[in-house]
């Protein structure tokens, strides 16, 4: 199995912050990413998908980039609403593996 | 606008089988797309079990392969998991979403149902 690996497992920062998160495969798999945001309570919603496109209704202040072992999520300029998990997946390889998430508090 | 929504007990007994249903709405599952489960129990992250095409050709995770059962009822509109041999380990929140490959990305997702594993 391709193991998905988020950094960091958290972070805190403020609202008008450029946050970055990363996730590093295992082994290569092209562009075949997805990121998502989980809330408390609710389920994960799509905002990336092919590494570095923008899933429909997603605001343009996220952002996603990356090939092959390395990807990065970046969210531009905070909004209260940001505040929440995000995964990563991996579409590459039969299973389909996500990442450990990474929790993005309010400082 | 598709809409997927779990249902089955919330409570199941060790050695028991975990039995859930998906209910779609907004599209036809004969129409195509795959349809998967994946799951989070409390705190952690996610797992993907399995998923299946409208044909009912399924794909499981290797790990869970042995215990795991997806089918799907075009008629209802409608697809099923059925996990056999539960533990406390396989408590968890379920969700069913759709893909278009049984390697691809969820979009969109149900909400969710939590199932407790417990005497």
């Known amino acids: 199995d391709i193991q998905m690996t988020q950094s960091p497992s958290s972070v805190s920062a403020s609202v008008g912050d450029r946050v970055t998160i990363t996730c590093q495969a295992s082994q290569g798999i092209s562009s075949w990413l997805a990121w998502y945001q989980q809330k408390p309570g609710k389920a994960p919603k799509l905002l990336i998908y092919a590494a570095s496109s923008l899933q429909s209704g997603v605001p343009s202040r996220f952002s996603g980039s990356g090939s092959g072992t390395d990807f990065t999520l970046t969210i531009s300029s905070l909004q209260p609403e940001d505040f929440a998990t995000y995964y990563c997946?991996?579409?590459?390889?039969?299973?389909?593996?996500f990442g450990q998430g990474t929790r993005l508090e309010i400082k | 606008q598709v809409q997927l929504q779990e249902s089955g007990p919330g409570l199941v007994k060790p050695s028991e089988t975990l039995s859930l249903t998906c209910a779609v709405s907004g599209y036809s599952i004969s129409s195509g797309y795959y349809w998967g489960w994946i799951r989070q129990p409390p705190g952690k992250g996610l797992e993907w079990i399995g998923s299946i095409y409208h044909s009912g050709s399924t794909y499981y995770n290797p790990s869970l392969k042995s215990r795991v059962t997806i089918s799907v009822d075009t008629s209802k509109n409608q697809f099923s998991l059925k996990l056999s041999s539960v533990t406390a380990a396989d408590t968890a929140v379920y969700y069913c979403a759709r893909q278009r490959s049984y390697y691809d990305w969820f979009d969109p997702w149900g909400q969710g149902t939590l199932v407790t594993v417990s005497s």
């Open positions: 997946q991996q579409a590459n390889s039969f299973p389909i593996t």
